[in-house]
C-alpha cells in the first residue's frame, strides 16, 4: 500500500528554526519541543486516539501508525 505524506512547515520553537507538521494516513504528526511527536487524527470518527511518541524519528512514528491500524 503506497501512501503520500505532506509536509507543512510554520513559524515555533523547533530545533530547526520552523516547526514541521507532517499529514500521514489520516493522522497530523507535530513535532514537539521536547522531541516527541504528537499524533492526532485529521477528523472524526478516529480509528485511533491522539497519542504522543518517544523521541525518534519521523519513519518510526509512521511505522508505529502503520502498528497500530494493522
Given at each position: 500500500m503506497?501512501?503520500?505524506?505532506?509536509?507543512?512547515?510554520?513559524?515555533?520553537?523547533?530545533?530547526?528554526?520552523?516547526?514541521?507538521?507532517?499529514?500521514?494516513?489520516?493522522?497530523?504528526?507535530?513535532?514537539?519541543?521536547?522531541?516527541?511527536?504528537?499524533?492526532?487524527?485529521?477528523?472524526?470518527?478516529?480509528?485511533?486516539?491522539?497519542?504522543?511518541?518517544?523521541?525518534?524519528?519521523?519513519?518510526?512514528?509512521k511505522?508505529?501508525?502503520?502498528?497500530?491500524?494493522?
Amino acid at each position: 500500500m503506497t501512501s503520500q505524506a505532506t509536509i507543512r512547515t510554520s513559524s515555533g520553537h523547533h530545533p530547526l528554526g520552523a516547526r514541521v507538521a507532517v499529514r500521514y494516513r489520516g493522522f497530523v504528526l507535530i513535532p514537539q519541543p521536547d522531541l516527541t511527536w504528537l499524533v492526532r487524527p485529521e477528523r472524526s470518527p478516529m480509528p485511533v486516539l491522539p497519542f504522543r511518541t518517544p523521541a525518534s524519528s519521523l519513519e518510526d512514528v509512521k511505522a508505529l501508525i502503520d502498528w497500530r491500524l494493522g
